[in-house]
């Protein structure tokens, strides 16, 4: 008799053994619409699924949620299995034929929103094998449009990030104030890529033909020599990109022979002038997303001139300085030919404190110091 349960216990065993693998792809495209439909407030619908033992592949996905809609043509997700914990992990990610298309939301303060369910750490503690193809971003709100497609083939950890092949086939940011038309990138060589930006426009001003090569490495990104007319007839920069994790990274850039004439003329050309030549160093770090680290510091090469011509673009330095240095700041700089020029910033707690220290032989010095704070403005 107990022989006889245990046979008919192995052949339900082996019978939902079967079933399961004949309706495992079914299984699978009801367990991820469900997932998405709970976890991200979303519509989802899958065309179709193949679930092996080493694999997941997914078919004709469309997401609908209240921020953003997604359309993959193929999603295919590679596992490796090994006897230490963790026992398996994600080894390759292939993204093809995506289309995400980004709305904007109104705040909401209720709170209700529930969060997604996080996938467990384990799963991505080894490095994965990213191949996206043919990505297409759309983002649009009434004053800001971004819009992209491009394919990227990287490997990618907790603390690690090495691309291996990368397209951007257009990029275009439009908003009332500032424009990028069909900003792309091609690799010329195995680890040597080209910037190529046909067209910028900053408010009227229009600057054509940016070339800036780039050279990839272990979570790096250099910039061996950027050189064009909006840093000055000679001028050119140096940079590197680190990241320091998936949240976290540090831009340097060195500057030779730079002038901000143009910088001037873009953003107060009928209210003042600013000549001279300067070398320079600028640091931007973030960590956890927040920015962590900046400083700046420029010294010009030979004399210069300043002229603050009538005040109006920069009225917004009233939050930041008292009567007497904004009074100061604008007086003092009329017609002012310097010698010595120095520039300088710094992060100091929530502000940037950014100095203005000018010496000229005939004129005398012109010391200025602003606090920039993030939101609350006034003087530290």
């Known amino acids: 008799m107990f022989g006889k349960i245990i046979k008919i216990f192995l052949l339900a065993c082996i019978l939902v053994i079967l079933l399961l693998g004949v309706f495992r792809n079914a299984i699978s495209k009801f367990y991820l619409e469900a997932y998405a439909d709970k976890n991200f407030k979303a519509i989802c619908k899958i065309k179709k699924t193949a ?30 299995f090994q006897k230490s914990k963790p026992f398996y992990y994600v080894s390759d990610i292939i993204l093809a034929g995506i289309t995400v298309k980004i709305k904007p939301l109104e705040n909401k303060t209720d709170g209700s929103e529930k969060k997604p369910t996080s996938v467990m750490a384990p799963v991505f503690l080894e490095p994965i094998q990213l191949n996206l193809q043919d990505i297409n971003i759309d983002f649009k709100t009434k004053t800001f449009e971004l819009d992209s497609r491009f394919s990227i083939v990287a490997q990618a950890g907790a603390n690690m990030i090495l691309i291996k092949d990368a397209n951007i086939y257009d990029l275009n940011i439009r908003s009332q104030d500032f424009e990028i038309t069909k900003l792309n990138l091609k690799r010329f060589r195995k680890n040597r890529y080209l910037f190529r930006i046909p067209a910028i ?12 090569p780039v050279k990839t490495g272990l979570n790096q990104l250099l910039f061996p020599k950027a050189k064009n007319a909006f840093l000055g007839t000679d001028g050119y920069l140096t940079a590197k990109y680190d990241f320091l994790g998936y949240d976290s990274f540090c831009f340097s850039a060195k500057f030779q022979d730079v002038s901000f004439e143009k910088i001037v003329d873009i ?32 010294k010009n090469k030979s004399n210069g001139f300043i ?47 950014l100095n203005l220290d000018f010496t000229s032989d005939a004129m005398g010095k012109r010391n200025i110091t602003i606090n920039f704070h993030d939101t609350l403005g006034g003087i530290q």
């Open 51 to 80: 679930l092996r033992w080493d694999s997941l592949s997914i078919e004709g996905l469309k997401l609908n949620a209240a921020g953003f809609d997604v359309n993959a043509k193929n999603i295919t997700i590679k596992i490796k």
């Open 201 to 212: 426009r900053i408010k009227d001003k229009s600057f054509n033909d940016f070339s800036i």
């Open 267 to 298: 953003f107060a050309a009928e209210d003042a002038a600013f000549k001279g030549l300067f070398d320079g160093s600028l640091t931007v770090c973030s960590k956890s997303f927040k920015v962590s680290d900046i400083q700046a510091e420029f």
């Open 307 to 353: 002229n603050v011509k009538r005040d109006s673009s920069f009225t917004f330095l009233k939050s930041y300085l008292d009567a007497a240095s904004y009074n100061a700041l604008i007086d003092n700089f009329k017609n002012y030919e310097y010698n010595i020029g120095i520039i300088n910033a710094k992060k100091e707690a929530d502000a940037i404190r």
